[in-house]
T-cell receptor, first 115, second 115 residues
Framework: AQSVTQLDSHVSVSEGTPVLLRCNYS??????LFWYVQHPNKGLQLLLK??????LVKGINGFEAEFKKSETSFHLTKPSAHMSDAAEYFC?????????????FGAGTILRVKS | DGGITQSPKYLFRKEGQNVTLSCEQN?????MYWYRQDPGQGLRLIYY???????QKGDIAEGYSVSREKKESFPLTVTSAQKNPTAFYLC??????????????FGPGTRLTVL
């Protein structure tokens, strides 16, 4: 079975400093992994996805994530936080079964950016 | 301008009433999904549909019903049997559900409050 653990429910950084949001996954096969962002009372927007190509994945708004199979991790990083990055972030693993493709979501990490 | 629309944005319901949430997409996607979001719990799958006139239960289908009469529409009915319906509801779609690396595209959500 597939599962996702986001290691921090809340992360607080100062504007201009690096961002690290941690994610560990469990999957019985080579997974597809995603990071989504959600601003308050909005839908989810895809930041980036890993699909067994390059292990370092670049996404929108300067975010990137590195797939590390040996550590079963897919941490999200950004070199310099901006105020507009304040949102909730979800790490997601894809599960493909006989009844189609489903996503398994982590519980989310709320990112706060201080000025 | 392609995308997913959900209506209404806010919905209030009295106990014992059924309500229907609308979800429409013009992305020509085959698969559509309904999720429920509660604070600190990520997203949980209610129902999904891989093709017109077919749908499957997700992890928390009790107290909900859906239909898929048209490719672009996937309405969700929250029935009086749902014991705790107050939540944020998100609709999503993807090209197909048969490929594990297809990302899902999300609508802006409907916030349902039971009075």
């Amino acid at each position: 079975a597939q599962s996702v653990t986001q290691l921090d429910s809340h992360v607080s950084v100062s504007e201009g400093t690096p961002v690290l949001l941690r994610c560990n996954y469990s999957s019985s096969y080579s997974p597809s992994l995603f990071w989504y962002v959600q601003h308050p009372n909005k839908g989810l927007q895809l930041l980036l996805k890993y699909t067994s190509a390059a292990t370092l994945v670049k996404g929108i708004n300067g975010f990137e994530a590195e797939f590390k199979k040996s550590e079963t991790s897919f941490h999200l990083t950004k070199p310099s936080a901006h105020m507009s990055d304040a949102a909730e972030y979800f790490c997601v693993v894809s599960h493909l079964g006989l009844d189609g493709n489903k996503l398994v979501f982590g519980a989310g990490t709320i990112l706060r950016v201080k000025s | 301008d392609g995308g997913i629309t959900q209506s209404p944005k806010y919905l209030f319901r009295k106990e014992g009433q059924n309500v229907t949430l609308s979800c429409e997409q013009n992305l020509n996607h085959d698969a559509m999904y309904w999720y429920r979001q509660d604070p600190g719990q990520g997203l949980r799958l209610i129902y999904y549909s891989q093709i017109v006139n077919d749908f499957q239960k997700g992890d928390i289908a009790e107290g909900y019903s859906v239909s898929r009469e048209k490719k672009e529409s996937f309405p969700l009915t929250v029935t009086s049997a749902q014991k705790n319906p107050t939540a944020f509801y998100l609709c999503a779609s993807s090209r197909t559900s048969g490929t594990y690396n297809n990302e899902q595209f999300f609508g802006p959500g409907t916030r349902l409050t039971v009075l």
